[in-house]
């Protein structure tokens, strides 16, 4: 019991001296800036490393009682400031992610693009444990790609996902009303079956966003037509039949990306290889994709967020393997 009101009142010391300085955050919000740091290396020029984890969205990620900023802003938010960077002559985005929505792929995609357009680095993909549908499109734009030897990848293609309750509704004896101005106005709505005039424009919306992918991987890899073919399927693959396909183009480990980001950007070998974070962590590494969660002096003590699972989704359009959504 007496542990207990010392934990209650060391508590409320510490929300009471959050309305004085040094003011000490209860919960995270990631209005600290970006700050580069060293991992290695002392000679000039530098790779940066970009980390992309979970679900590609353009919404910002929720916790408990705090939000982060979304992967899209992140992720363009680091490519802006390596771009004023002359010193920065390769990005290693080290992707671990099932996709996400067309759009906020896509997004990534074209920014990449130009980044690689305006900035003229060099931009290698490092794939980790799934680099899947929205997670192998943004990877298209890079000068290599390559996957870890047990990296899942692949899922080229799009889904359309809704829920479907008219049944249920059916069952405890609710229904809804609609007035529309056009016949297709709640076409997708949960709460009837769809028609089969709907459900052929909805695959046809499907099919057209497939297609698009499938042309950029035939612009951006070299596969042949069976291998275009065997893709098209939107099947998943391990890294090292993705590489006889032709989706990546080695196998290996992440110091090997990092060896190939300096070749291909003609940085001597001990380069600086450098990340943007938000504090500095102890023994910190490659594989720290830390970037929001601010600690040390003027830390937030309480940082809690939900896992995402893809029956949480919102209803769209997405290249997005669903089997990792839940990750």
């Known amino acids: 019991m007496r542990l207990f009101y010392l934990c209650a009142v060391l508590l409320a010391m510490v929300v009471l ?24 290396g002392k ?14 969205s353009g919404s910002p990620r929720q916790g408990l009682l705090s939000a982060q900023p979304s992967m899209v802003q992140e992720i ?10 002359k010193q920065i002559k390769a990005v290693l985005l080290k992707i671990d992610s099932p996709g996400g929505t067309v759009t906020a792929s896509d997004v990534l995609y074209h920014e990449i693009m130009a980044f690689k357009s305006r900035s003229k680095a060099k931009v290698v993909v490092m794939m980790m444990n799934v680099a899947a549908s929205g ?17 899942v990848t692949g899922s080229i293609g799009v889904i359309f996902m809704r829920p479907q309750v008219a049944d249920l509704m059916g069952k405890i004896g609710v229904d809804v009303e609609v007035s529309k101005s056009g016949e297709n106005k709640d076409m997708g709505s949960p709460f009837r079956r769809s028609t089969d005039q709907e459900q052929e424009i909805m695959q046809d919306l499907t099919d057209a966003m497939g297609d698009r992918f499938l042309e950029l991987v035939a612009q951006h890899r070299t596969l042949t037509s069976e291998a275009l073919a065997d893709v098209a399927t939107a099947r998943i ?17 992440l110091s090997d990306a990092v060896t190939k980001a300096k070749s291909l950007a003609e940085l001597p070998a001990d380069a600086k290889v450098v990340v943007y974070r938000r504090t500095r962590y102890a023994d910190d590494n490659w594989y720290n994709d830390a970037v929001n969660q601010v ?8 940082k809690i967020d939900w896992p995402v ?4 989704l919102k209803p769209g359009f997405y290249y997005l393997w669903t089997a990792g959504a839940g990750n």
Do not use: N, W
């Not at 363009?76 to 960077?85: M, N, T, Y």
């Not at 699972?309 to 949480?312: F, G, L, V």
């Open 237 to 253: 693959y391990l890294a090292e039949e993705a590489r006889k396909l032709g989706l990546v183009d080695e196998v290996g480990y």
């Open 135 to 151: 997670g192998y499109y943004m990877a298209l734009p890079a000068d290599y790609i390559m996957a870890h030897p047990t990296s």
């Open 43 to 56: 000679k000039k020029g530098k790779v940066l490393i970009v980390s992309v984890r979970g679900i590609i």
């Open 17 to 40: 001296s959050g309305c004085a300085a040094p003011k000490v955050k209860l919960f995270p919000d990631a209005t600290e800036p970006l700050r580069e740091f060293t991992l290695e």
């Open 295 to 302: 600690t040390g002096p003027g830390a937030a003590l309480v």
């Open 309 to 312: 699972p893809s029956a949480a």
């Open 76 to 85: 363009v938010g680091q490519l802006k400031r390596a771009e004023q960077d």
